[in-house]
Protein backbone atom coordinates (compact mmCIF):
# COMPACT_ATOMS: atom_id res chain seq x y z
CA UNK A 1 0.00 0.00 0.00
CA UNK A 2 2.96 2.42 1.12
CA UNK A 3 4.76 1.34 -2.30
CA UNK A 4 1.88 2.18 -4.42
CA UNK A 5 1.16 5.61 -2.35
CA UNK A 6 4.96 6.15 -3.30
CA UNK A 7 4.56 5.14 -6.80
CA UNK A 8 1.85 7.73 -7.46
CA UNK A 9 3.89 10.38 -5.53
CA UNK A 10 6.68 9.90 -7.98
CA UNK A 11 4.67 9.72 -11.40
CA UNK A 12 2.96 12.88 -10.15
CA UNK A 13 5.73 14.50 -9.77
CA UNK A 14 6.27 17.17 -12.67
CA UNK A 15 9.15 17.27 -14.78
CA UNK A 16 12.03 19.63 -13.97
CA UNK A 17 11.83 22.84 -16.17
CA UNK A 18 14.45 23.21 -18.34
CA UNK A 19 16.04 26.56 -17.30
CA UNK A 20 17.78 29.03 -19.42
CA UNK A 21 21.32 28.12 -17.60
CA UNK A 22 20.37 24.43 -18.59
CA UNK A 23 20.79 25.21 -22.41
CA UNK A 24 23.23 28.35 -22.37
CA UNK A 25 26.09 26.42 -20.02
CA UNK A 26 26.42 23.85 -22.47
CA UNK A 27 26.62 25.82 -25.57
CA UNK A 28 28.85 27.89 -24.21
CA UNK A 29 30.95 25.06 -22.77
CA UNK A 30 31.17 23.62 -26.00
CA UNK A 31 32.31 26.88 -27.92
CA UNK A 32 34.95 27.47 -25.33
CA UNK A 33 36.19 24.94 -23.47
CA UNK A 34 35.64 25.28 -19.40
CA UNK A 35 33.32 28.37 -20.08
CA UNK A 36 30.06 26.12 -19.16
CA UNK A 37 31.52 26.05 -15.35
CA UNK A 38 33.02 29.25 -15.36
CA UNK A 39 29.76 30.83 -16.42
CA UNK A 40 27.99 28.89 -12.97
CA UNK A 41 31.03 30.19 -10.97
CA UNK A 42 33.14 26.85 -11.11
CA UNK A 43 36.33 29.02 -11.58
CA UNK A 44 38.84 26.38 -10.80
CA UNK A 45 36.95 23.82 -12.41
CA UNK A 46 36.80 25.59 -15.72
CA UNK A 47 40.07 26.90 -15.66
CA UNK A 48 41.34 23.76 -15.32
CA UNK A 49 39.38 22.03 -18.36
CA UNK A 50 40.21 25.02 -20.22
CA UNK A 51 43.88 24.60 -19.95
CA UNK A 52 43.95 21.01 -20.13
CA UNK A 53 41.90 20.63 -23.19
CA UNK A 54 43.50 23.46 -24.44
CA UNK A 55 46.42 22.57 -24.58
CA UNK A 56 45.95 18.84 -25.23
CA UNK A 57 44.33 20.49 -28.85
CA UNK A 58 47.06 23.28 -29.09
CA UNK A 59 49.59 20.65 -28.90
CA UNK A 60 47.74 18.89 -31.07
CA UNK A 61 48.52 21.17 -34.00
CA UNK A 62 51.47 21.73 -33.14
CA UNK A 63 52.75 18.33 -33.52
CA UNK A 64 51.32 18.62 -37.61
CA UNK A 65 48.31 16.81 -36.58
CA UNK A 66 45.29 16.17 -38.65
CA UNK A 67 41.48 18.26 -38.87
CA UNK A 68 38.89 16.27 -39.98
CA UNK A 69 36.15 18.04 -42.22
CA UNK A 70 32.55 17.07 -42.63
CA UNK A 71 32.70 13.95 -44.44
CA UNK A 72 31.01 11.45 -45.65
CA UNK A 73 33.62 8.93 -46.57
CA UNK A 74 35.47 5.93 -44.45
CA UNK A 75 33.71 5.95 -40.93
CA UNK A 76 37.14 6.92 -39.19
CA UNK A 77 37.05 9.79 -41.00
CA UNK A 78 33.77 10.59 -40.05
CA UNK A 79 34.25 9.59 -36.19
CA UNK A 80 37.65 11.71 -36.83
CA UNK A 81 35.51 14.63 -37.03
CA UNK A 82 32.88 13.97 -34.83
CA UNK A 83 35.71 14.17 -32.37
CA UNK A 84 37.53 17.01 -33.71
CA UNK A 85 33.83 19.08 -33.51
CA UNK A 86 33.61 18.35 -30.10
CA UNK A 87 36.81 21.06 -29.38
CA UNK A 88 34.09 23.62 -30.60
CA UNK A 89 35.47 27.27 -31.10
CA UNK A 90 38.91 25.54 -31.21
CA UNK A 91 37.89 23.55 -34.10
CA UNK A 92 35.94 26.58 -35.69
CA UNK A 93 39.50 28.60 -35.28
CA UNK A 94 41.38 26.03 -36.74
CA UNK A 95 39.10 25.87 -39.78
CA UNK A 96 38.72 29.22 -40.48
CA UNK A 97 42.64 29.83 -40.47
CA UNK A 98 43.19 26.51 -42.35
CA UNK A 99 45.54 25.01 -39.77
CA UNK A 100 46.13 21.34 -39.51
CA UNK A 101 46.63 20.67 -42.92
CA UNK A 102 48.57 17.48 -41.62
CA UNK A 103 52.23 16.16 -42.48
CA UNK A 104 53.10 12.59 -43.48
CA UNK A 105 56.62 13.15 -42.65
CA UNK A 106 56.42 13.34 -39.55
CA UNK A 107 55.42 9.70 -37.23
CA UNK A 108 54.56 12.03 -34.59
CA UNK A 109 52.16 14.19 -36.59
CA UNK A 110 49.60 11.05 -36.47
CA UNK A 111 50.19 11.45 -32.23
CA UNK A 112 48.86 14.72 -32.99
CA UNK A 113 45.72 14.38 -35.03
CA UNK A 114 44.78 11.73 -32.20
CA UNK A 115 45.41 14.85 -29.58
CA UNK A 116 43.43 17.16 -30.74
CA UNK A 117 40.16 14.23 -31.20
CA UNK A 118 41.19 13.10 -27.77
CA UNK A 119 40.64 16.80 -26.64
CA UNK A 120 37.33 17.20 -28.48
CA UNK A 121 35.78 14.15 -26.83
CA UNK A 122 36.73 15.35 -23.77
CA UNK A 123 35.26 18.54 -24.26
CA UNK A 124 31.75 16.39 -25.11
CA UNK A 125 32.49 15.33 -21.44
CA UNK A 126 33.02 18.36 -19.65
CA UNK A 127 29.90 19.96 -21.62
CA UNK A 128 27.76 16.91 -20.34
CA UNK A 129 29.30 18.02 -16.92
CA UNK A 130 28.20 21.58 -17.15
CA UNK A 131 24.65 20.17 -17.86
CA UNK A 132 24.52 18.18 -14.94
CA UNK A 133 25.68 21.09 -12.88
CA UNK A 134 23.33 23.57 -14.49
CA UNK A 135 20.07 21.34 -13.75
CA UNK A 136 21.35 20.53 -10.58
CA UNK A 137 22.16 16.70 -10.65
CA UNK A 138 25.73 17.70 -9.48
CA UNK A 139 27.22 20.28 -7.29
CA UNK B 1 56.35 25.70 -35.13
CA UNK B 2 56.77 22.24 -34.82
CA UNK B 3 56.47 20.37 -31.44
CA UNK B 4 58.63 16.68 -31.31
CA UNK B 5 57.30 14.48 -28.65
CA UNK B 6 58.84 11.07 -28.00
CA UNK B 7 56.42 8.15 -27.01
CA UNK B 8 56.79 8.39 -23.30
CA UNK B 9 56.02 12.35 -23.37
CA UNK B 10 52.87 12.17 -25.50
CA UNK B 11 52.22 9.69 -23.24
CA UNK B 12 53.20 11.79 -20.42
CA UNK B 13 50.86 14.46 -21.64
CA UNK B 14 48.16 12.99 -23.24
CA UNK B 15 47.61 11.11 -19.56
CA UNK B 16 48.14 14.17 -17.60
CA UNK B 17 45.56 16.12 -19.13
CA UNK B 18 43.04 13.41 -19.30
CA UNK B 19 43.47 12.86 -16.03
CA UNK B 20 42.86 16.62 -15.15
CA UNK B 21 39.16 16.30 -17.06
CA UNK B 22 38.28 12.77 -15.91
CA UNK B 23 38.79 13.79 -12.26
CA UNK B 24 36.43 16.99 -12.58
CA UNK B 25 33.88 15.36 -14.65
CA UNK B 26 33.43 12.31 -13.25
CA UNK B 27 33.44 12.83 -8.88
CA UNK B 28 31.49 15.20 -6.87
CA UNK B 29 33.85 16.42 -4.23
CA UNK B 30 37.38 18.16 -4.66
CA UNK B 31 39.35 15.45 -3.00
CA UNK B 32 37.14 12.99 -4.42
CA UNK B 33 38.15 14.31 -7.76
CA UNK B 34 41.67 14.70 -6.87
CA UNK B 35 41.95 11.08 -6.00
CA UNK B 36 40.13 9.78 -8.69
CA UNK B 37 42.25 12.03 -11.00
CA UNK B 38 45.48 10.86 -9.43
CA UNK B 39 44.01 6.93 -10.24
CA UNK B 40 43.46 7.53 -14.01
CA UNK B 41 47.18 9.24 -14.08
CA UNK B 42 48.32 5.88 -12.83
CA UNK B 43 46.61 3.86 -14.87
CA UNK B 44 47.24 5.27 -18.07
CA UNK B 45 51.24 5.43 -17.24
CA UNK B 46 50.86 2.29 -15.91
CA UNK B 47 49.42 0.60 -18.85
CA UNK B 48 52.30 2.43 -21.32
CA UNK B 49 54.63 0.85 -19.07
CA UNK B 50 53.30 -2.85 -18.40
CA UNK B 51 52.02 -2.55 -22.72
CA UNK B 52 55.89 -1.39 -23.58
CA UNK B 53 57.42 -4.45 -21.61
CA UNK B 54 54.89 -6.71 -22.57
CA UNK B 55 55.95 -6.15 -26.14
CA UNK B 56 59.80 -6.44 -25.48
CA UNK B 57 59.05 -9.78 -24.03
CA UNK B 58 57.21 -10.75 -26.81
CA UNK B 59 59.85 -9.11 -29.13
CA UNK B 60 62.18 -11.62 -27.34
Known amino acids: MANSTTAKTKAAEPAQPASMMSVIAPAIGWLIPGAGHMIQKRWIRGLLLLVSIGTLFVLGLLMQGHIYKANGGDILDILGFIGDLGAGGLYITTLTMNWGQGAIAFAIADYGTKFMIVAGLLNFIAVADAYHIAIGKKQ | ?60
Do not use: N, P
Open chain 2, 1 to 60: MTVQLSHFSAAFVFALFASIVFGITHRETTRDMVRYGLYCFAMFLGGVLAAGWAMWLVRR
